[in-house]
């Protein structure tokens, strides 16, 4: 098998002045907002899909499966394919792809249709998000590595902070057919941020599938991947479910399903800078805490969340400690390979965006089966598998890219 060609540098990358990198920083954490958002938007909308589409809320879920799905499959599939075109006009064509699937979303007339929408938002977030994770030492000054990668993942806690709170006002002001409809519009407007913002990024690795597949026999990313797996696994096992669980548990009303998913995301942006900061002196010691508030706060949901208050309280916290395990496994994965970036961030959003899928599906089976609070109970216990491999793995020394 063709081993992944080493790093050519970024010497045919031409100088750029701090500002403007920046700029183009900024331009990329918008896209992965926009992915992001598309992809989570039917968390705060599962009830009047289902009751539009005519099927059950689980089944509803599995427009997050399918699209975790493809985006598992295609990034590390995809990547490849690249080959030696730009960066950036591959990220430009790949935003295209996620407009055209929230587009269809918003027209669909049954669920079949709905579905195959979700598979093109899936291939055009997995692609953008594979590419994304890391552009940063690409686009600023060595110094600013560390935090031009979190404001790129800042994208993916903001949305949850305005994109799928934003979705879930706007089905419940209009009709969650806007929600998706606003989503293939914003898609549109990021695609012309990246093409005027980002300068020329030719490929600068031969990447190989063979070779993307060889990194699992590297201990450190071995151990990330799985760490990724469970924690998202977890995490969306209960996420998906979240507007239920709080309307069954903690007795909130629709009205304030929107206000509280906005504290949880407002948390998770406060989140993802602190565990940026942390993981970029030990990536280990971050996600040691970041599995220990998130087991701890997914399992006394059920117990202490019997009220709006207390269920808003424990949102929070979830927030704030989910909201850093993106920069983190990421700032891990790059630090245990950083001579093939693209390769192992394709296996990072492979990974995480295939624990997407199993992390719906397996909470859509628990709810229909035993419940909503069934699914904190298995959310949380996957968080604890989570921060036994991450104390008994191998990582790296430091999370220096």
């Not at 081993?3 to 992965?32: C, D, K, M, N």
């Not at 293939?184 to 063979?210: F, I, K, N, S």
């Not at 998913?261 to 970029?280: D, K, W």
């Not at 089966?369 to 921060?387: K, S």
């Amino acid at each position: 098998m063709a081993q992944i060609g080493e790093s050519a540098g970024t010497s045919g990358v031409p100088e750029r002045s701090a500002a403007r990198g920046r700029l183009g920083v900024a331009a990329v954490a918008g896209a992965t907002f926009t992915v992001v958002t598309s992809e989570m938007l039917p968390v705060g909308l599962l009830t009047p899909i289902g009751a539009a589409l005519k099927v059950t809320e689980g089944t509803a879920g599995l427009t997050l499966t399918v699209t975790g799905l493809v985006g598992a499959v295609s990034a590390p599939l995809l990547t490849p394919l690249w080959g030696r075109f730009d960066r950036r006009t591959v990220l430009c064509a790949l935003m295209a792809v996620l407009a055209v699937g929230n587009l269809l979303a918003a027209r669909s007339p049954r669920f079949a249709v709905m579905v195959a929408a979700r598979v093109l938002v899936g291939v055009g977030m997995g692609g953008v998000w594979a590419i994304a994770a890391g552009l940063a030492v690409r686009l600023v000054p060595p110094r600013s590595v560390g935090s031009a990668t979190s404001l790129i993942f800042s994208g993916i806690a903001v949305a949850s902070v305005l994109g799928v709170p934003a979705g879930t006002y706007l089905g419940e002001l209009a009709d969650w057919r806007a929600a998706f409809l606003a989503a293939g519009g914003l898609a549109l407007v990021v695609l012309v941020a990246l093409a005027v913002l980002l300068p020329p990024l030719p490929a600068e690795q031969d990447v190989r599938l063979g070779g993307v597949l060889r990194l699992f026999g590297e201990p450190r990313v071995r151990t990330g991947l799985g760490v990724v797996a469970l924690l998202v696994t977890g995490h969306f096992a209960a996420y998906t479910y979240v507007r239920p669980a709080l309307e069954e548990v903690s007795g909130v009303s629709a009205g304030m399903i929107g206000t509280l998913l906005l504290m949880y995301g407002v948390a998770g942006v406060a989140g993802n800078f602190a565990a940026g900061a942390g993981a970029g002196r030990s990536p280990r010691f971050t996600l040691l805490v970041i599995s220990s508030v998130l087991a701890a706060t997914v399992l006394l949901v059920p117990v202490l969340g019997g009220s709006a208050l207390t269920a808003g309280v424990l949102l929070a916290v979830w927030g704030l400690s989910y909201g850093g395990v993106s920069v983190s496994t990421q700032t891990w994965l790059l630090a245990s390979a950083p001579r093939t970036r693209e390769a192992v961030s394709s296996l990072f959003v492979g990974v995480f965006n295939g624990a997407i899928a199993l992390g719906a599906l397996a909470g859509g089976l628990a709810a229909d089966a035993a419940g909503v609070g069934a699914v904190m109970w298995l959310g949380g216990g996957l968080a604890v598998a989570a921060l036994a491999l991450t104390a008994l793995g191998k990582a790296p020394a430091s999370g220096r890219l």
